[in-house]
Nanobody
Framework: QVQLVESGGGLVQAGGSLTLSCAAS????????MGWFRQAPGKEREFVAA???????YYADSVKGRFTISRTYAKNTVYLQMNSLKPEDTAVYYC?????????????????WGQGTQVTVSS
């Protein structure tokens, strides 16, 4: 079992920045791929970014060039640095994990999820 806890959400003006953190605990000794997803009110959950055990990353087109995903192995933590935020980035952001060596972009393939953290971008 892996437990994920997100933090770092909040209210920010358009053009601002936030950094989300996802701390993993439990059986983190295996190779885990990690991802960030988001869900806005009235919309389906969507993929944001993913990183594999080796540090390779992949981004949704809507955030490419603005968001950066990274991970630290010593702290079992994944980060999402979000710059140039837009009102359309407003959503609950979820961290997810799955035992895999690949970059995983499909939410249904993840089997561990955090509780989510709210990000609100004002115009």
């Amino acid at each position: 079992q892996v437990q994920l806890v997100e933090s770092g959400g909040g209210l920010v003006q358009a053009g601002g920045s936030l950094t989300l953190s996802c701390a993993a605990s439990g059986r983190t000794d295996s190779n885990y791929a990690m991802g960030w997803f988001r869900q806005a009110p009235g919309k389906e959950r969507e993929f944001v970014a993913a990183i594999n055990w080796g540090g390779m990353s992949y981004y949704a087109d809507s955030v490419k060039g603005r968001f950066t995903i990274s991970r630290t192995y010593a702290k079992n933590t994944v980060y999402l640095q979000m710059n140039s935020l837009k009102p359309e980035d407003t959503a609950v952001y979820y961290c997810a994990a799955v035992r895999s060596l690949d970059i995983v972009v499909i939410g249904a393939k993840y089997n561990y999820w955090g509780q989510g953290t709210q990000v609100t971008v004002s115009s």
